[in-house]
């Protein structure tokens, strides 16, 4: 049985739960969204709350979210400072919406844009020198898991997305397992696969950097996400938040997520 609250007595980590909008939310519909978020989750301190808009609606909900416990981030930003880089977004335009936070390689963007773990390793890069702090997502595929790859999958996407950070950079990155068989499916990965994944994630990241960046380093858990899984997910020793994307669509479903995560 796990401990039951606090659910985080023994982790140093503070827990971390963001929300990916994904293409979703017009401007007025991101405002109504972020509106009740504000109000709803006003007295949580427990928690880090992001929330990531598309690059449409950071503008007016960075206005509304300034007086609040809410971070703001963004879904992807270009490796390049400035230049002729057509439908891009550089580091300095989502600073000057206070942008803190930006998803790189979610698996979404490794699959449809073809990111890889080189690409993503320099837009880790480019966003620590604005300093915006990189939420790099990995994650194995259903053929991966099942042809025992997942280990081996997850090493080469921490090695190779992590690429040149040095450890103090490692330490203000967050990382994001998602299991892509595990993203909008409905199928979570259990308490015992997250908590296996995360665990070897920060066996690697001892490897690569040290013992003590791979204790601060947080590790949030994405795929299929809702306030009926978050406790028992966010209860794993080496779970510290999650990156949410239906349920965060929605005021209640997002709010309780949080809520049950405390
Ligand atoms: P999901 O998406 O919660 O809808 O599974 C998670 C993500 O893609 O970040």
């Known amino acids: 049985m796990q401990e039951e609250s606090p659910i985080h007595m023994n982790k140093d980590r503070k827990l971390i739960i963001a929300g990916n909008w994904k293409m979703n939310k017009t401007v007025a519909e991101a405002l109504d969204l972020v509106n009740g978020l504000k109000r709803e ?11 990531c808009p598309p690059f449409t609606a950071l503008s007016e909900v960075s206005k509304v979210i300034l007086d609040s416990n809410l971070r703001l981030g963004a879904q992807n930003m ?27 390689g979610h698996s979404e ?5 073809k990111e890889s773990d080189e690409l993503i390793a320099r837009k ?11 939420i790099v997502c990995i994650g ?7 042809s025992g790859r997942t280990e081996k999958v997850l090493e080469t996407q921490v090695r190779g997305s992590l690429a040149g950070l040095s450890t103090a950079q490692m330490e203000e990155t967050i990382l994001a397992y998602e299991p ?27 490897t690569i950097f040290n013992e003590t960046v791979a204790k601060r380093v947080r590790i949030q858990y994405g795929g299929s996400v809702k306030a009926a899984n978050a406790r028992e997910l966010m209860s794993q020793p080496d779970v510290d938040g999650a990156l949410v994307g239906g349920a965060s669509l929605e005021l209640r479903s997002f709010s309780d997520i949080v809520k049950n995560s405390i």
């Open 41 to 51: 989750l006003a007295p949580i301190k427990e928690v880090d709350l992001v929330v």
């Open 78 to 104: 270009s490796e390049h400072n400035f230049g002729a880089f057509t439908g891009e977004i550089a580091a300095a335009m989502l600073k000057e919406f206070s942008v803190r936070f930006v998803i790189l």
């Open 109 to 113: 963007r490794r699959q449809y844009q």
């Open 124 to 134: 880790a890069l480019a966003a620590h020198a604005a300093a915006l702090k990189p």
């Open 140 to 146: 194995e595929t259903l053929a991966e898991r099942e």
């Open 180 to 206: 892509v068989w595990a993203i909008g499916t409905g199928k979570t990965a259990t308490t015992e696969q997250a908590q296996s994944a995360h665990a070897f994630i920060r066996k690697v990241l001892a």
